[in-house]
Structures are given as structure tokens and as C-alpha cells.
């Protein structure tokens, strides 16, 4: 896959807020309150989007992708303390009232979430969920006008038979024609900023670039800006301009699906670029990185990254560095030697492995991890399905009231 | 399980990463569903009151110097220092009677509790494990045995069997084995087709052993979930059936049996009608608790997640 | 849908065949009722009086007979001879029936209009202390014997009336005996006083026990991603309770409601021993303090049926509720 081939300008982010900018997350952070302590999920993020433009945040699990666009939506749970600021269209949203952000969620900016098979309320139409939206943003659309615009919705992202499948239940629907919807449902108002978080993760490998043409018909017709989530690379370099990458609740690294691509600057970065099998280049190795992502409650000081990094020397043990410019154009990093990167391959950082039966191992294990994140569901829920499941968990539940037979009354 | 970590060649091959944020302490299953359990704070309260009312009622009246059985001369007294829980119109000990009352429904609860535990787990597993025939029919079984009406039943068999607490207890115990048949057999439904169980069988491992080795012992949350209702629905049952004359009777009293007896006294002799009832009360929430602590410290996903 | 109703109705015909064989059998080796009235008749009756006594009840026939006679009587409408002299059996089941059925619905609704009240704000607001104030109800309303409760309640029914000098609140029967002026409100009047402590008696362990049930089924809606996404569409937090979450959360609850409602409709035993309601509950205990087979065969048939009906209107429920519920 080549970097640009939709043809985005890559332009460089503008050191100030323009007109243009439509989102504004300036130095995020999110604490969960948990029995062991505060977890630190967010620490510390920062971007900007301009109108129309696409940024993709790419990461590993628990890197806080997910959490930075609950918090950017106000969709936390209550418990969650979110500091720093979040400006739509320069007006800031962290403190608004519920009512006053259920305004702007929606119609100004949307999301679509990682698992289609759970994102759509089984109980009411597809038709219904998107005229709901419709109808909550434009109170004077009549009833006709919503269930016409919600039909138009489906066929512009690509559901055959948009007038029958309307009145479709989401359960009838395939994983990737309910992902579908989901994007009818965040185009729905023209919004200025759609945030999609793994939409492909959890669909098959066949359905994920058909969905992610549907999001980019999205976004052509409403112009929004999109931020996407994901741990893929390769769907970052097809359908934004701009990558950051997170690691432990931080961006540590941000510029260009080009810089970021062939100049990176951070030893992460590299490994996650290393551990990618890639069609444009000739290598025939893959360089994993060792270990997993560090807890985030009570983080020790130093770079979080420090404990997996080849490069790793007693200084990253001790400062976290910050994310600062290492080149012209606003390419980031956060790494003490960032310097040191210039040219350097994967291979040469982390240890490349063949295919002997001890690294296939490590990749199965790796993979299994992904896939813990990713929860395939099967594809289609029967009615049966769903019955005895409901049964079972009966079953497994025992009485839900702490006695058994009620005669004793 | 403890993650060693490849000592990935770093860029001359010098310093190898440290292990410091890969190793992680080893802690079986059982460790960590005791550590969830000691953390709920309810459920070890509950633990500890349970503990020493069992210990109370049956260790209780050896010591005590009055029995359930033996008249006093003082009628109709209410708690003092010589009574603690005060005495009946017909001068029995209260103190007494509620001891003997208490482990009179204990038995029976706990009797109860193992013995269609005992029976619905092995029952359930079987059938789990064979499936097909075996399975429709133990499960029909089971059916059957739901549809009977517990308290209608109970009330027969017991009019019959003249009221010793381990009928009462081997009745109701013969109609609730079925609700636990169905909550093992379910769980391992899905456990059998798990990896531990297809390797045991590759091994060579025999049926029995397939199913009281591994089936079994990787079901205890559900079963000791269960076993803490049965405890509670047993009590219930157990002192409603006294308290309608079907139950224990006397001269054995049981909880039921003295809440029955105080019910007319209530405004005249209220120490005879509430500390009964009160200790009824404690032993269900109690185990209630218990049960609920167990629940959330074996199924880690029903755990309250902080929202 | 009514295919499938059907076939569930024909599957259960065996199970309710077997069920009452096996209670058929328990109920006749429970007692002697012909002995009992041998002895316990002052002066003795004659040998001609107890064989008569003994050919009247079918107490000379084999059990397998005398269960095939039953059956085949009961489908024609005879319920067989009671130990009672001029008790039609069918006639006092449906007159306790009725009985049953007015308490039970009335304590029921008002169970269930309270829990889906609780359960819901107990949810909204978990680990507030409010709602650890209506779980820990919860478990003490569970823990609490009923027949305890229920005395209570009844000596507090008792005394508020000592203390207003009203008879408001009645506390034996479904109503007064007679009435001093005897008009149409005065009835319902009397009728609900007498219904007032009965059913709050009745209501508290389904109304303990739904709440939970509530609670827990709303939270797992609430942290649903359909949930979520609804928000995310900018629908407010109060319609997405009602039209997203309070939608779904209620389907099972729907169908546990049914078979409680069914389980209490055989016989609310200790609520009407203790209040005096002549129920199924009080015919239950005086069918088999008297050894009266066919009178507790009556019973146990009418309840069964009850039970096979609300798990067949449960199942229908959850599919009429649940669109991804279809029985072909």
C-alpha cells in the first residue's frame, strides 16, 4: 500500500488554531478511579484538526486512543476526571452540561465505535436509529422527510434495497451492513468531525476495505474531518494525512503518514512499523517488539517505553521526554535520541526474526493478543443463538433472587 | 504465569533489558478468587456473624445451664441477666429454645444445602458431559422434578414423616437438587470443550476421572453460589413448614417452630416473637451475602467495575 | 406463532401426566383418611359405615386405577369425592381461585411498579448511597421469613386501628362479614382495606426480588455500546433511558414476572393462613392436614396448568418483546 494514494494534500499542521480548525485537544488527561489507585489512561494529549482534514491515531490497546475520543465526545463514565481542554469550532466543551454537549454530539461531531454487532440497538429498526437521529438535531423535519433522508443515508453507504433494509432489524443485518448503518448514522447531520474508532477491527478482512470505502463516501458528502482510530497501519496510510502515535496514554510520536512512515522517529514507532508485513518493500522479516504496554496505574518515572526499547539507556529511566519538533513540518517525537533514528531500519533496532518455530510462537502469541482486543463475533445471530444464550446465562446465574421456588409465601 | 523476556539484541548487543516490568508473580485460580473475596467487605462480615452463630447454636448449649427441654419457675419473664431472651407463658427457657432453634434450621439448612448439591452437581455433570441421550433424559428428569411444587410437597411428605429435622431437610433437599442439576450442567457444557479437558482425554484419562478431576472442581463458583442459596431457601422453607405445623415439632423447636408458638404474643411477650425472627433474618442476609461475594470473586466479569 | 404455542401446549401434556402421577403417589401413601375416620369418630363407626366410607373415596382400588379414574373424571368435569361430606371439589376450587386471583394481581402490579421504580434509579445512580440504601432493602426483604413479616404486619394493622378507632384495615378475610350500610363504595372500600396489608405482605419478596433483577439487567444496558452510540447521536441522557435502555432492560424481566405471578397464583400459603383469606393456599393445607387426595389433586392441577400457561406467555412475551425472538 503507498502513502497518499488518495490524494491528500500532506500539508503541515499550522502552528496556530486558523478559522479552519474544527477540533482543538490541547494537553487531555483522564484518571479512573480504581480500587488499587488513580489509573492514568490519558496524559497528556494534544491535536488539531482542520475542516476536512484526517488524522489517524494509531496504538496499541489500553494506549488511551479510545478513552482520548470517549472524553473528546463527554461520553466517559462519570467517575472518570477528564483536565485539559477539548475546543469544537474554538468553544470549549470539557464542563458543558450533558445537554448542552448532547447538542453538539451528533450534528457537529459523531463517532462510530469498534464493534458493529453491539453498536445498534437490537430492539429497534435500523430505519428507526437513524431517523432518530434526524429527528434530534432538525425537530422541524417531518416524519416522511427523515424516513426519505434515512433511506437516501443507507444507499449512500452502500446497502442494497435501502427502502426495504430500513425496516430491517440490525440482527438481519451482517456484520459489515450494520457497520454501514452505523456510518448512516454519524453522516446523518452533516457533522463537521467524524471520530470512527477501530471501525474495522472487528469485521472480517474481506469486509474491512468495502466499509472503509463507505467511510470515505462519508466523508466526501459531508466534508468532515475524520479521526481514526485504529492499530492498523496500513488503513492509517490510506485514509489520513496526518498519524499520531500513542503509547501509554501519550502521543509519542506525530507528523505526516509520510514522515511518520519512512523517517520515524521514535524506537516505538520503528518496532510497530518493523512488526508490519509490508508489500512496498523487500523484506522478508518481521521485527517484533518484545513485552507488552506497562500498567498504567502508578507508572514509574522515565519513558514508559524505556522497559521494551533495544535503545533504552539510564536517562530514559529517569526524564520522560516530552514530544518535541525534530524536524521542519511539525514531525514530533518523543524520544531522547530521536537524532539517532535518521535512516535507520527496523531490522537494525530490533532483532529480526526468521521462521523458525520459536518466533512463529511469539507471532501466534502476539496475534492472539490482537485478537482478544478485536472479540470476532460470528457473523450472524440467530434467534436460536440469542435464545439459548439468555437461557444459559440463566443457568449459570442460578436464582436471581437468593431462594429457590417461591411457594413459602 | 511468568513471562521471561527475550534478550532482544539492542543495537551492540549490550545491556539486555532488565526483567523488571515482565515478571509477574504466579497466583493460581484459588488465590485470586480468595483475595476477591476477602475484598468484599459485606460478604466477610456476613462470613464472620454466619461463623459464630453456627458456632453459638451448636457449641452454645453445652455451656448454657438451662436446657431447650426443661421448665424454670419463672412464666412469661422478659430478657434479663438470668434470661437473656426471657422465658414462655410455660416458663422454658428462651436462651435455651432459640439455641436448640437455631441448630435445629441449621441442620437442616446445611443439610440441604450438601445434599442437593451433592446430587445436582453430579447430576448435572453427567449429563453435561454425555449429552445426546444420556443428557435428554437426566434433563427431563430434572424437568420433572421442577414442576413439583415445592411447598405442596413438602407439606405432604412431611405430614407423613412426623417432623425429625433430617426428613424435612431430605424432602426439601429431593426437590431442589434439580435447580442445581441445571446450573453444573450448563457450565459444563461449556467447559468440556475446552483445551484441559481435550488433553486430559488425549491422555487417556477415564470418563469418571474426566469428570470428578477437572469437570467438576473448575464448576466450584456456580456450585458454591448455589450451595449459599440453598442454605438460604432451605432455611425459609424449613421455618415456614414448622411455622404451619408440617415442620419440626414438639418438644424439638426450631426457629419456625418458636415464631409460630410467639405468634399470638407478640404485643404481650414481643421478646418471644422478634429474637427468632431476628435470627432467621440474620442467617439468610448473611448467607445472602456470602453468596453474592462468592459470585463476584469466582466470575471475575460480574465484578463491579467502577463507573 | 400459534403453531408453535400449540406444540408447546401438547409437549407439556406428558410432563403434566407424569408430574401428577408421581404427586398422585405421594398423596395417597401420605395418610390413611379411611383409618382416620375409623378411629377418630366418637362412638366408632360401624364396619359397613368405614368400607362405605372406603368404596366412597376409591380407597378399595388400586392406585394405578384409581389415577386412570381421576383422569378420565376430571376430563369430564368430575373432580372425584372430597374426605369433606358435600364439598364439590371443582366448585370450591373455583371460588378459592377467584379469591387467589385478586390478591395476587393486586400485590403483583404493585410489586412490579416498584421495583421498575427502584430498580431503574437504583441503577442510574449506582454506588450512590441511595443505591446501596435500596440493595441492602433488597437482601433484607429476601432474608425476611414471610409468615414473621406478615404476623407483624397483621398486630400492626391491629393496633392502627386500636389507635384511629377506624376497621379500616382488615386483617382476616377478603372482606367484612357484613356491612352496616351496604352500598356499592362502602364494598370497595371494605374490600380494599382488606386487601391493603395482604398484599404489601406478598409484594415485598417480588418486589426485593425485581429490583435486583432490574437493577442488574438496566446497568448491562446502560454500559451497552447501543447505548452509548444513542448518545453519541446526541440523544439525551432521559430518552435514552426510556427508548433505548428501559426498552430493553425490561424484556426479561417481563418474562420472570410471568412465572412468579405463575408460581404465587397455586397458592399464596403463609399470606392467607395468616390473614384468613380462603384461597388455594388455605386448600392446600386443609386438603393434606386431611389426607384429601382428590381435593389435593385438584389443586396441584389447576396450579400445574397455571405454570405450563405463564411459561408459555412468558416465551410468547419475549418474542412479542424481542424481535430477534421468532418461533416458527
Same mark, same amino acid.
Given at each position: 500500500?503507498?502513502?497518499?494514494?488518495?490524494?491528500?494534500?500532506?500539508?503541515?499542521?499550522?502552528?496556530?488554531?486558523?478559522?479552519?480548525?474544527?477540533?482543538?485537544?490541547?494537553?487531555?488527561?483522564?484518571?479512573?478511579?480504581?480500587?488499587?489507585?488513580?489509573?492514568?489512561?490519558?496524559?497528556?494529549?494534544?491535536?488539531?484538526?482542520?475542516? !476536512?482534514?484526517?488524522?489517524?491515531?494509531?496504538?496499541?490497546?489500553?494506549?488511551?486512543?479510545?478513552?482520548?475520543?470517549?472524553?473528546?465526545?463527554?461520553?466517559?463514565?462519570?467517575?472518570?476526571?477528564?483536565?485539559?481542554? +477539548?475546543?469544537?469550532?474554538?468553544?470549549?466543551?470539557?464542563?458543558?452540561?450533558?445537554?448542552?454537549?448532547?447538542?453538539?454530539?451528533?450534528?457537529?461531531?459523531?463517532?462510530?465505535?469498534?464493534?458493529?454487532?453491539?453498536?445498534?440497538?437490537?430492539?429497534?429498526?435500523?430505519?428507526?436509529?437513524?431517523?432518530?437521529?434526524?429527528?434530534?438535531?432538525?425537530?422541524?423535519?417531518?416524519?416522511?422527510?427523515?424516513?426519505?433522508?434515512?433511506?437516501?443515508?443507507?444507499?449512500?453507504?452502500?446497502?442494497?434495497?435501502?427502502?426495504?433494509?430500513?425496516?430491517?432489524?440490525? #440482527?438481519?443485518?451482517?456484520?459489515?451492513?450494520?457497520?454501514?448503518?452505523?456510518?448512516?448514522?454519524?453522516?446523518? &447531520?452533516?457533522?463537521?468531525?467524524?471520530?470512527?474508532?477501530?471501525?474495522?477491527?472487528?469485521?472480517?478482512?474481506?469486509?474491512?476495505?468495502?466499509?472503509?470505502?463507505?467511510?470515505?463516501?462519508?466523508?466526501?458528502?459531508? *466534508?468532515?474531518?475524520?479521526?481514526?482510530?485504529?492499530?492498523?497501519?496500513?488503513?492509517?496510510?490510506?485514509?489520513?494525512?496526518?498519524?499520531?502515535?500513542?503509547?501509554?496514554?501519550?502521543?509519542?510520536?506525530?507528523?505526516?503518514?509520510?514522515?511518520?512512515?519512512?523517517?520515524?522517529?521514535?524506537?516505538?514507532?520503528?518496532?510497530?512499523?518493523?512488526?508490519?508485513?509490508?508489500?512496498?518493500?523487500?523484506?522478508?522479516?518481521?521485527?517484533?517488539?518484545?513485552?507488552?504496554?506497562?500498567?498504567?496505574?502508578?507508572?514509574?518515572?522515565?519513558?514508559?517505553?524505556?522497559?521494551?526499547?533495544?535503545?533504552?539507556?539510564?536517562?530514559?529511566?529517569?526524564?520522560?521526554?516530552?514530544?518535541? +519538533?525534530?524536524?521542519?513540518?511539525?514531525?514530533?517525537?518523543?524520544?531522547?535520541?530521536?537524532?539517532?533514528?535518521? !535512516?535507520?531500519?527496523?531490522?537494525?533496532?530490533?532483532?529480526?526474526?526468521?521462521?523458525?518455530?520459536?518466533?512463529?510462537?511469539?507471532?501466534?502469541?502476539?496475534?492472539?493478543?490482537?485478537?482478544?482486543?478485536?472479540?470476532?463475533?460470528?457473523?450472524?445471530?440467530?434467534?436460536?443463538?440469542?435464545?439459548?444464550?439468555?437461557?444459559?446465562? &440463566?443457568?449459570?446465574?442460578?436464582?436471581?433472587?437468593?431462594?429457590?421456588?417461591? *411457594?413459602?409465601? | 504465569?511468568?513471562?521471561?523476556?527475550?534478550?532482544?539484541?539492542?543495537?551492540?548487543?549490550?545491556?539486555?533489558?532488565?526483567?523488571?516490568?515482565?515478571?509477574?508473580?504466579?497466583?493460581?485460580?484459588?488465590?485470586?478468587?480468595?483475595? @476477591?473475596?476477602?475484598?468484599?467487605?459485606?460478604?466477610?462480615?456476613?462470613?464472620?456473624?454466619?461463623?459464630?452463630?453456627?458456632?453459638?447454636?451448636?457449641?452454645?448449649?453445652?455451656?448454657? #445451664?438451662?436446657?431447650?427441654?426443661?421448665?424454670?419457675?419463672?412464666?412469661?419473664?422478659?430478657?434479663?441477666?438470668?434470661?437473656?431472651?426471657?422465658?414462655?407463658?410455660?416458663?422454658?427457657?428462651?436462651?435455651?429454645?432459640?439455641?436448640?432453634?437455631?441448630?435445629?434450621?441449621?441442620?437442616?439448612?446445611?443439610?440441604?444445602?450438601?445434599?442437593?448439591?451433592?446430587?445436582?452437581?453430579?447430576?448435572?455433570?453427567?449429563?453435561?458431559?454425555?449429552?445426546?441421550?444420556?443428557?435428554?433424559?437426566?434433563?427431563?428428569?430434572?424437568?420433572?422434578?421442577?414442576?413439583?411444587?415445592?411447598?405442596?410437597?413438602?407439606?405432604?411428605?412431611?405430614?407423613?414423616?412426623?417432623?425429625?429435622?433430617?426428613?424435612?431437610?431430605?424432602?426439601?433437599?429431593?426437590?431442589?437438587?434439580?435447580?442445581?442439576?441445571?446450573?453444573?450442567?450448563?457450565?459444563?457444557?461449556?467447559?468440556?470443550?475446552?483445551?484441559?479437558?481435550?488433553?486430559?482425554?488425549?491422555?487417556?484419562?477415564?470418563?469418571?476421572?474426566?469428570?470428578?478431576?477437572?469437570?467438576?472442581?473448575?464448576?466450584?463458583?456456580?456450585?458454591?453460589?448455589?450451595?449459599?442459596?440453598?442454605?438460604?431457601?432451605?432455611?425459609?422453607?424449613?421455618?415456614?413448614?414448622?411455622?404451619?405445623?408440617?415442620?419440626?415439632?414438639?418438644?424439638?423447636?426450631?426457629?419456625?417452630?418458636?415464631?409460630?408458638?410467639?405468634?399470638?404474643?407478640?404485643?404481650?411477650?414481643?421478646?418471644?416473637?422478634?429474637?427468632?425472627?431476628?435470627?432467621?433474618?440474620?442467617?439468610?442476609?448473611?448467607?445472602?451475602?456470602?453468596?453474592?461475594?462468592?459470585?463476584?470473586?469466582?466470575?471475575?466479569?460480574?465484578?463491579?467495575?467502577?463507573? | 406463532?400459534?403453531?408453535?404455542?400449540?406444540? @408447546?401446549?401438547?409437549?407439556?401434556?406428558?410432563?403434566?401426566?407424569?408430574?401428577?402421577?408421581?404427586?398422585?403417589?405421594?398423596?395417597?401413601?401420605?395418610?390413611?383418611?379411611?383409618?382416620?375416620?375409623?378411629?377418630?369418630?366418637?362412638?366408632?363407626?360401624?364396619?359397613?359405615?368405614?368400607?362405605?366410607?372406603?368404596?366412597?373415596?376409591?380407597?378399595?382400588?388400586?392406585?394405578?386405577?384409581?389415577?386412570?379414574?381421576?383422569?378420565?373424571?376430571?376430563?369430564?368435569?368430575?373432580? *372425584?369425592?372430597?374426605?369433606?361430606?358435600?364439598?364439590?371439589?371443582?366448585?370450591?376450587?373455583?371460588?378459592?381461585? @377467584?379469591?387467589?386471583?385478586?390478591?395476587?394481581?393486586?400485590?403483583?402490579?404493585?410489586?412490579?411498579?416498584?421495583?421498575?421504580?427502584?430498580?431503574?434509579?437504583?441503577?442510574?445512580?449506582?454506588?450512590?448511597?441511595?443505591?446501596?440504601?435500596?440493595?441492602?432493602?433488597?437482601?433484607?426483604?429476601?432474608?425476611?421469613?414471610?409468615?414473621?413479616?406478615?404476623?407483624?404486619?397483621?398486630?400492626?394493622?391491629?393496633?392502627?386501628?386500636?389507635?384511629?378507632?377506624?376497621?379500616?384495615?382488615?386483617?382476616?378475610?377478603?372482606?367484612?362479614?357484613?356491612?352496616?350500610?351496604?352500598?356499592?363504595?362502602?364494598?370497595?372500600?371494605?374490600?380494599?382495606?382488606?386487601?391493603?396489608?395482604?398484599?404489601?405482605?406478598?409484594?415485598?419478596?417480588?418486589?426485593?426480588?425485581?429490583?435486583?433483577?432490574?437493577?442488574?439487567?438496566?446497568?448491562?444496558?446502560?454500559?451497552?455500546?447501543?447505548?452509548?452510540?444513542?448518545?453519541?447521536?446526541?440523544?439525551?441522557?432521559?430518552?435514552?433511558?426510556?427508548? #433505548?435502555?428501559?426498552?430493553?432492560?425490561?424484556?426479561?424481566?417481563?418474562?420472570?414476572?410471568?412465572?412468579?405471578?405463575?408460581?404465587?397464583?397455586?397458592?399464596?400459603?403463609?399470606?392467607?393462613?395468616?390473614?384468613?383469606?380462603?384461597?388455594?393456599?388455605?386448600?392446600?393445607?386443609?386438603?393434606?392436614?386431611?389426607?384429601?387426595?382428590?381435593?389435593?389433586?385438584?389443586?396441584?392441577?389447576?396450579?400445574?396448568?397455571?405454570?405450563?400457561?405463564?411459561?408459555?406467555?412468558?416465551?410468547?412475551?419475549?418474542?412479542?418483546?424481542?424481535?430477534?425472538?421468532?418461533?416458527?
Amino acid at each position: 500500500m503507498t502513502v497518499g494514494d488518495k490524494g491528500y494534500a500532506q500539508r503541515p499542521e499550522p502552528a496556530t488554531p486558523t478559522e479552519d480548525t474544527v477540533l482543538e485537544v490541547d494537553g487531555l488527561q483522564v484518571a479512573f478511579p480504581s480500587e488499587d489507585g488513580l489509573v492514568r489512561a490519558v496524559r497528556g494529549v494534544s491535536y488539531r484538526l482542520e475542516r !476536512g482534514a484526517g488524522l489517524g491515531i494509531v496504538g496499541e490497546s489500553g494506549s488511551g486512543k479510545s478513552v482520548t475520543a470517549l472524553a473528546v465526545m463527554g461520553l466517559l463514565p462519570a467517575a472518570a476526571k477528564v483536565t485539559g481542554s +477539548v475546543r469544537y469550532r474554538g468553544s470549549e466543551l470539557l464542563g458543558l452540561s450533558d445537554t448542552r454537549l448532547s447538542d453538539i454530539r451528533g450534528s457537529g461531531i459523531a463517532m462510530i465505535f469498534q464493534d458493529p454487532m453491539t453498536s445498534l440497538n437490537p430492539v429497534h429498526t435500523v430505519g428507526a436509529q437513524i431517523i432518530e437521529g434526524l429527528l434530534r438535531h432538525n425537530p422541524d423535519m417531518s416524519k416522511r422527510a427523515a424516513r426519505d433522508r434515512a433511506v437516501e443515508l443507507l444507499g449512500t453507504v452502500g446497502i442494497p434495497h435501502p427502502d426495504r433494509r430500513a425496516d430491517s432489524y440490525p #440482527h438481519e443485518l451482517s456484520g459489515g451492513m450494520r457497520q454501514r448503518v452505523v456510518i448512516a448514522i454519524a453522516m446523518a &447531520n452533516d457533522p463537521a468531525v467524524i471520530i470512527a474508532d477501530e471501525p474495522t477491527t472487528a469485521l472480517d478482512v474481506t469486509v474491512q476495505a468495502q466499509v472503509l470505502e463507505a467511510l470515505e463516501t462519508a466523508r466526501e458528502e459531508t *466534508g468532515a474531518a475524520l479521526v481514526l482510530i485504529t492499530h492498523d497501519l496500513g488503513v492509517v496510510a490510506g485514509h489520513t494525512d496526518r498519524v499520531a502515535v500513542m503509547y501509554a496514554g501519550r502521543v509519542v510520536e506525530s507528523g505526516t503518514v509520510e514522515e511518520l512512515f519512512y523517517e520515524p522517529r521514535m524506537p516505538y514507532t520503528l518496532g510497530l512499523l518493523g512488526s508490519m508485513p509490508r508489500m512496498d518493500r523487500d523484506d522478508d522479516r518481521l521485527t517484533p517488539i518484545a513485552g507488552s504496554p506497562p500498567s498504567l496505574l502508578n507508572l514509574p518515572p522515565g519513558c514508559p517505553f524505556a522497559p521494551r526499547c533495544p535503545m533504552r539507556e539510564d536517562r530514559c529511566d529517569r526524564d520522560e521526554p516530552s514530544l518535541h +519538533v525534530v524536524d521542519a513540518g511539525g514531525h514530533r517525537s518523543a524520544c531522547h535520541f530521536a537524532d539517532r533514528l535518521v !535512516g535507520m531500519e527496523a531490522g537494525a533496532v530490533f532483532e529480526a526474526t526468521g521462521a523458525d518455530n520459536e518466533s512463529l510462537a511469539r507471532l501466534a502469541r502476539s496475534d492472539s493478543e490482537a485478537s482478544s482486543e478485536a472479540s470476532f463475533e460470528a457473523s450472524s445471530e440467530t434467534a436460536a443463538e440469542a435464545t439459548a444464550e439468555s437461557e444459559s446465562a &440463566n443457568d449459570m446465574n442460578g436464582s436471581t433472587d437468593g431462594t429457590y421456588g417461591k *411457594g413459602s409465601r | 504465569m511468568t513471562e521471561t523476556t527475550e534478550a532482544t539484541g539492542a543495537m551492540d548487543g549490550e545491556r539486555p533489558p532488565e526483567e523488571r516490568e515482565f515478571t509477574v508473580v504466579e497466583r493460581t485460580q484459588a488465590q485470586l478468587v480468595l483475595r @476477591r473475596f476477602l475484598r468484599h467487605r459485606a460478604a466477610m462480615i456476613s462470613l464472620v456473624i454466619f461463623v459464630l452463630i453456627v458456632l453459638w447454636a451448636f457449641i452454645g448449649p453445652h455451656l448454657w #445451664h438451662y436446657s431447650y427441654q426443661k421448665y424454670t419457675p419463672d412464666n412469661s419473664q422478659p430478657p434479663s441477666a438470668k434470661h437473656p431472651f426471657g422465658t414462655n407463658s410455660a416458663g422454658y427457657d428462651s436462651y435455651a429454645q432459640v439455641m436448640r432453634g437455631t441448630q435445629t434450621s441449621l441442620k437442616v439448612a446445611i443439610l440441604i444445602a450438601l445434599g442437593s448439591t451433592f446430587v445436582g452437581a453430579v447430576w448435572g455433570a453427567v449429563a453435561g458431559f454425555y449429552r445426546g441421550v444420556v443428557d435428554a433424559v437426566m434433563m427431563r428428569i430434572s424437568d420433572l422434578v421442577l414442576t413439583l411444587p415445592l411447598l405442596a410437597i413438602a407439606l405432604v411428605i412431611s405430614s407423613r414423616t412426623g417432623g425429625s429435622w433430617y426428613w424435612i431437610a431430605l424432602v426439601i433437599a429431593g426437590l431442589t437438587w434439580a435447580y442445581v442439576s441445571r446450573v453444573v450442567r450448563s457450565t459444563v457444557l461449556s467447559l468440556r470443550e475446552k483445551e484441559f479437558v481435550e488433553a486430559a482425554r488425549a491422555l487417556g484419562a477415564s470418563d469418571a476421572r474426566i469428570i470428578f478431576r477437572h469437570l467438576l472442581p473448575n464448576s466450584l463458583g456456580p456450585i458454591f453460589v448455589n450451595a449459599t442459596i440453598l442454605v438460604a431457601t432451605g432455611i425459609l422453607t424449613e421455618t415456614a413448614l414448622s411455622f404451619l405445623g408440617f415442620g419440626v415439632q414438639p418438644p424439638d423447636t426450631s426457629l419456625g417452630l418458636l415464631v409460630s408458638q410467639a405468634q399470638t404474643a407478640v404485643d404481650t411477650r414481643p421478646w418471644l416473637f422478634y429474637i427468632p425472627g431476628a435470627f432467621i433474618i440474620a442467617i439468610a442476609l448473611t448467607i445472602n451475602f456470602i453468596g453474592d461475594g462468592l459470585r463476584d470473586a469466582f466470575d471475575p466479569r460480574q465484578q463491579r467495575v467502577r463507573q | 406463532m400459534l403453531a408453535y404455542a400449540v406444540r @408447546r401446549v401438547l409437549v407439556s401434556i406428558p410432563v403434566l401426566i407424569a408430574s401428577t402421577f408421581i404427586v398422585f403417589l405421594v398423596v395417597v401413601n401420605a395418610g390413611d383418611p379411611v383409618a382416620n375416620f375409623a378411629t377418630s369418630r366418637n362412638p366408632a363407626p360401624s364396619k359397613a359405615a368405614v368400607a362405605a366410607f372406603a368404596r366412597h373415596l376409591h380407597a378399595d382400588q388400586p392406585v394405578v386405577q384409581r389415577y386412570w379414574n381421576w383422569i378420565v373424571g376430571v376430563l369430564h368435569g368430575q373432580w *372425584g369425592p372430597s374426605v369433606e361430606p358435600n364439598l364439590d371439589i371443582g366448585h370450591d376450587l373455583l371460588t378459592r381461585f @377467584r379469591v387467589t386471583v385478586v390478591l395476587v394481581v393486586a400485590s403483583m402490579l404493585v410489586a412490579l411498579v416498584l421495583a421498575v421504580v427502584f430498580g431503574v434509579y437504583s441503577a442510574v445512580r449506582q454506588y450512590s448511597a441511595s443505591d446501596y440504601a435500596i440493595t441492602f432493602a433488597g437482601f433484607l426483604f429476601l432474608a425476611m421469613p414471610v409468615f414473621w413479616f406478615a404476623v407483624l404486619l397483621k398486630q400492626a394493622g391491629i393496633w392502627l386501628n386500636q389507635q384511629t378507632g377506624s376497621t379500616f384495615l382488615g386483617t382476616i378475610g377478603d372482606r367484612s362479614p357484613y356491612l352496616d350500610v351496604n352500598t356499592f363504595g362502602n364494598q370497595v372500600s371494605d374490600r380494599i382495606g382488606h386487601l391493603i396489608l395482604p398484599v404489601i405482605t406478598l409484594a415485598l419478596v417480588s418486589f426485593a426480588s425485581w429490583t435486583r433483577y432490574t437493577r442488574a439487567s438496566m446497568l448491562e444496558v446502560l454500559g451497552s455500546d447501543y447505548v452509548r452510540l444513542a448518545r453519541a447521536k446526541g440523544i439525551r441522557r432521559g430518552k435514552v433511558l426510556t427508548h #433505548h435502555a428501559l426498552r430493553t432492560a425490561l424484556i426479561p424481566l417481563a418474562t420472570v414476572t410471568a412465572l412468579d405471578v405463575a408460581q404465587l397464583l397455586g397458592g399464596v400459603v403463609i399470606t392467607e393462613t395468616i390473614f384468613q383469606w380462603h384461597g388455594l393456599g388455605e386448600m392446600l393445607v386443609q386438603s393434606v392436614s386431611k389426607v384429601d387426595v382428590y381435593r389435593t389433586m385438584a389443586w396441584l392441577l389447576l396450579s400445574a396448568a397455571i405454570v405450563i400457561v405463564f411459561n408459555l406467555i412468558a416465551d410468547l412475551l419475549y418474542a412479542v418483546l424481542d424481535p430477534r425472538i421468532r418461533y416458527d
